[in-house]
Structures are given as C-alpha cells and as structure tokens.
C-alpha cells in the first residue's frame, strides 16, 4: 500500500554552471515535496502511518528546514556571504541543490528518519518508495527505491549538511537530526 504526504516550502538556491543564468544565480521557487510511503503491513488503525505521526517522528522539521531558506552548495561563490544573505535561515550542502539532488536527499533522509524515529502510528516496515521535487509547476525531479542500486549522482553526506541556528532553534523534534546521522552511519558502515 503506498500513501503520499506533501510538504511546501519557499525557498532559493543557486545551480552554478547552469545553462541558463537565471538559474546559475541566486533566486527562488515554490517548491512541493511529495513524499510516499509504503508498506505491506497495516498498523493497528489499517493504515500505512499517520499522516500527523509521520511528521511528527521529525519529518515535517526536515521540510520545514527549507522554508523561506536559502540552500547553496558548500563550494558556491556566495558561501562565504550566507550569514549575510539570510543570516537566520539557510543551509550549506555538498551538492549543487538541484531538483534531481534535493530529491536524492529528501528520500536518503527521509528513509533515516523512520529508520531512527519513534514509531508514533506504530507502523510497521514502512519505507520511503520515492520523492517528487516539484521546483516549478512544470519542472520537477523523482528519486525512487528503484533509483538506489543504479545511481551514479553525487552523494548526498548528510553528516556535512550545514543548518543555520534559526533553523535548529525552529525543530519541534530537534532529535530527529542526529538519530538520522546516525543510522546513515550505521546503515554505510554495515555496507
């Protein structure tokens, strides 16, 4: 059974390299994260999860980290002028912030989460199937299950994501990060 639950979030970022300089420079979109779950197993209410349980196990203060945020690669001309640019929300990753990489993200974090988090529906063998990145209402990038094992985009290392305190301070689960470092850590180390 697959359920689907939707974040939004307004946010800016920059593609450096891109074909088009609208978007090599910084700017903004209305992005939608889809995120879907899927199980076989029912929970004790016949569902998946709980829409409110699965974000309050800290997938909804993941989401929220892009809201009115700025996401930059780590190696970006405007990394050293971030605090200014938005100096309470923003957040330095080890990828360019593409649709495509933010939806390889969402899903490896995502997948963290329920790995490491309280089972609050007490659901059962859930796991993320796949993630849209909607950047634009025409645009928009997919990372599946199937997508894993073929994959050959840079890696997402989520131990050298950067959050601006106003973020951090704005988690209602402030937990959830560093349980979902480390079951990547446990996850890669057992590979």
């Not at 640019?85 to 933010?102: G, K, S």
């Not at 089972?119 to 199937?146: F, M, N, P, R």
Request: aromatic share 12%; hydrophobic share 40%; glycine share 4%.
């Amino acid at each position: 059974m697959l359920i689907r639950k939707l974040f939004k979030a307004e946010m800016a970022h920059s593609v450096p390299g891109a074909y088009t300089k609208r978007c090599h420079h910084l700017h903004g979109h209305s992005y939608k994260f889809e995120l879907f779950l899927e199980s076989v197993q029912p929970n004790s209410s016949q569902m998946v999860a709980d829409f409110k349980a699965i974000k309050e196990m800290g997938i909804n203060d993941f989401f929220d980290s892009f809201d009115h945020a700025v996401t930059i690669f780590e190696k970006d001309p405007l990394t050293p002028l971030i605090q200014k640019v938005n100096p309470e929300r923003y957040m330095l990753v080890p990828f360019i912030p593409t649709a495509e990489m933010l939806a390889k993200a969402c899903f490896v974090v995502c997948q963290a989460i329920l790995n490491s988090g309280p089972k609050l529906s007490s659901e059962k063998d859930v796991y993320v199937e796949k993630v849209i990145v909607h950047e634009t209402d025409t645009g928009y990038g997919v990372y599946s299950h199937a997508d894993v094992e073929k994959d050959q985009f840079p890696p997402i290392a989520f131990n050298r994501w950067i959050f601006s305190d106003g973020i951090k301070k704005s988690w209602s689960r402030p937990d959830w990060h560093d349980k979902a470092l480390k079951s990547l850590f446990n996850f890669s180390s057992r590979s």
